[in-house]
């Protein structure tokens, strides 16, 4: 279908500064070990213009015998997305270069003061269980939880914004069907921002279950698609990018200060119930300057966060060894601690439930 905005639909900057390696005699084999529906839209297709891909999905039980398809499939280059998961002994029986990609929120340096909630200290609290899993390099999505993790004695490699796969996701004409749409799991910190609205709009809101161009299809016939964080957290959710990668007009709570989207510009960005209330009534009454703000997010992703240029680049860094490897300390004591003490009321509770 044709673009909204009449823009071609797959572009390709010119920001790659390096070729990839080239593997002579063959295409390039990549792995990638995820869950399609939280993480396929960074690479869907993308990667396949310049290597062999191999998908692995994710469940939270596999064990290592699961893995053997993975380990025989011998990938020049594995990327594991929530590579903490992976069961041990995995990573040893893997020759080619192994990258695990993080994508959780997590305690993060704003405005020189740490934020945080309960759930951002839960999730790093099992990421940090990596340590002791030999990945080659590590990266997180949101550079400000990098201090954090230095703190703890985690050395990454670096930051990798997530991008988008630009060839499935890109603007479709559809009819606007509703006045708003939001995906992602349900939250009081959530509802208590949708209450009103759901009341007063046609809003349309699907939890989880849906990727891919269905999904596209549901952004593109909201008049406005909504990011709203599931706590009261400062926080910057990949999906933000991946909805104004659709053309979508995007209100967001803030998000992570960073030097890729800006807001204003590609987004509207609100910082109460009672912003928002008040953006989704202006912008609803307002087509031009919602269409124009949509137009400049979606021309920014395809500016600086498309998958095909920026996984190339990822490759092509990797190669010309521009990252350090993955190397960690001792850790912090008190995280030391409190992660003991976490995995022992695991074992109270799993031994309570056997007696009962």
């Not at 995995?90 to 020759?95: D, M, S």
């Amino acid at each position: 279908m044709p673009s909204p905005f009449n823009l071609p639909l797959i572009s390709e900057p010119n920001t790659l500064n390096a070729p990839a390696k080239v593997i002579v005699g063959r295409r390039l084999k990549i792995a990638v070990f995820s869950q399609p529906e939280y993480f396929r839209f960074m690479y869907e297709h993308e990667l396949e213009s310049f290597a062999e891909i191999f998908e692995f999905k994710l469940q939270m039980d596999l064990s290592a015998c699961d893995l053997k398809p993975l380990i025989e499939y011998q990938a020049d280059y594995n990327f594991f997305f929530r590579g903490e998961c992976l069961p041990d002994g995995v990573l040893e029986q893997i020759n080619g270069v192994r990258v695990a990609l993080s994508s959780e929120s997590f305690p993060k340096l704003v405005k020189g003061r740490y934020a945080y909630t309960i759930g951002s200290i839960r999730r790093y609290f099992s990421f940090r269980s990596i340590r002791w899993k030999p990945f080659d390099y590590v990266f997180h999505y949101d550079e400000a939880s990098l201090p954090f993790m230095r703190r703890d004695q985690l050395f990454v490699s670096g930051q990798f914004v997530f991008p988008v796969a630009t060839s499935v996701y890109y603007p479709r004409e559809q009819p606007k069907t509703w006045d708003l749409f939001f995906i992602g799991r349900s939250s009081p910190h959530r509802e208590a921002h949708f209450g009103y609205l759901k009341h007063h709009y046609n809003f349309f809101h699907i939890c989880h279950g849906i990727w891919g161009e269905p999904l596209v299809d549901y952004l593109c016939a909201a008049k406005i698609c909504l990011n709203v964080h599931a706590e009261n957290e400062v926080s910057w959710e990949p999906r933000l990018q991946m909805m104004l990668a659709c053309g979508a007009f995007v209100i967001s709570e803030k998000i992570t200060p960073n030097s890729y989207l800006r807001p204003g510009i590609d987004y509207v960005e609100i910082s109460s119930q009672h912003e928002l209330r008040q953006a989704v009534n202006y912008y609803l009454q307002h087509d031009t300057e919602r269409l124009q703000i949509a137009r400049n997010g979606y021309e920014r992703v395809r500016e600086v966060l498309d998958s095909k240029i920026s996984f190339q680049q990822l490759i092509a860094d990797l190669d010309g060894k521009k990252y350090s490897k993955f190397t960690v300390g001792p850790g912090s004591s008190l995280l030391n601690f409190l992660t003991k003490l976490r995995d022992l009321l695991i074992q109270i509770k799993i031994i309570l439930r056997r007696l009962m």
